[in-house]
């Protein structure tokens, strides 16, 4: 659970106690959203490893870095306070910097700076990044844990894997006779060899079932029903254990050829609605995040159409857009607030 950032302002608080909170919080949330901090190092011919023995926080350019990486990082953590959801309501709506010097507090025109200072009350603000000649006092360990609390969601890929049944089944229209009237013996094909059917061209979407007819005189009747699981990528080791909450964000796009209702509503969707739905996702004993959706269970129909239609095929149901980024981890980090 996390604790929060120690005060700057307390009497007894050290610099370095603010820095080693400040360090672990800006690794944690590079960890997360993969952009690290371009430390710059005393003498560059030293390797980076261990920093500390090649970085000068006294200098106005340790600061500055971290600052950089603030202004470059919010952008790949979504909007908690306006979204989750952009305005249209088709995808997840990000930080701007706009908007994330907002949620996190901070002045519109970015950090506070000072040249001068008495040690006690507000001295004259400026706006901006760290320069050369600014004062590196405890509104600057402030405004940066503000800042790293404001980055909170964080995105992933996900893997998917579908599994499909089915049956698809035809039947031969004899001359000058409605393929409505052979509808009934296709079904029965189809059902026949359920659920070893496979797929078929004549099917569009993730789950849907058809009937229809083709000029060439055959009943044909398609049932497919899919599995499909969606798993988030891997959290970064080192945080592992921060990832309280995983939700898969992805749109459903109704396929409605026919007009026909007969479905039984468990085919019908399995709780989806037209436009973005929200799937929360398990953690899993060997700690992935999972989420599955459909069914392998045989749709059923409670009618066959009662008019007459000719269609290369016909289909009904929800057909999944699974996008690059479509799920958010939602973080408990060291310190926060």
Not at 256 to 261: A, I
Request: charged share 15%; hydrophobic share 35%; glycine share 10%.
């Amino acid at each position: 659970m996390s604790t929060p950032f120690t005060s700057p302002y307390k009497s007894d608080v050290t610099w370095q106690d603010l820095l080693d909170e400040i360090t672990r919080a800006y690794l944690e949330r590079g960890q997360a959203c993969g952009i690290g901090v371009n430390m710059p190092r005393i003498n560059p011919r030293i390797p980076r490893n261990p920093p500390e023995d090649n970085i000068d926080v006294q200098a106005a350019a340790y600061w500055l870095a971290i600052q950089d990486w603030v202004e470059s990082a919010c952008l790949s953590f979504v909007d908690h306070v306006n979204g989750p959801l952009n305005a249209n309501e088709d995808g997840l709506l990000m930080f701007t910097l706009t908007t994330f010097r907002a949620a996190a507090g901070l002045h519109a025109d970015g950090f506070r700076r000072a040249t001068e200072w008495t040690g006690t009350g507000n001295p004259s603000w400026s706006y901006g990044k760290m320069q050369a000649d600014n004062i590196i006092g405890p509104w600057v360990f402030e405004e940066l844990q503000k800042s790293v609390s404001a980055m909170w969601w964080s995105l992933t890929d996900v893997n998917i894997s579908v599994q499909v049944v089915g049956g698809y089944g035809t039947y031969e229209v004899p001359s000058g006779f409605s393929f409505l009237s052979y509808a009934s013996d296709a079904k029965d094909d189809a059902l026949a060899v359920w659920p070893d059917g496979g797929d078929h061209p004549y099917s569009n979407g993730s789950i849907c079932a058809g009937l229809g007819g083709t000029p060439s005189g055959w009943a044909r009747y398609n049932l497919k029903n899919s599995l499909v699981d969606i798993t988030a990528s891997d959290a970064p080791s080192g945080i592992a254990d921060k990832l309280t909450d995983c939700l898969c964000y992805l749109v459903a796009v109704k396929i409605d050829n026919s007009g026909w209702s007969g479905f039984s509503s468990t085919f019908e969707g399995y709780g989806l609605t037209q436009g973005v739905n929200i799937l929360p996702m398990t953690q899993q004993p060997d700690d992935t995040w999972k989420v599955q959706y459909g069914s392998l269970i045989k749709p059923t129909l409670a009618a066959l159409p009662t008019t007459e239609f000719i269609k290369y095929h016909d289909s009904h149901g929800y057909k999944l857009q699974l996008a690059p980024n479509n799920a958010v981890r939602k973080w408990d980090f060291t310190n926060q607030g």
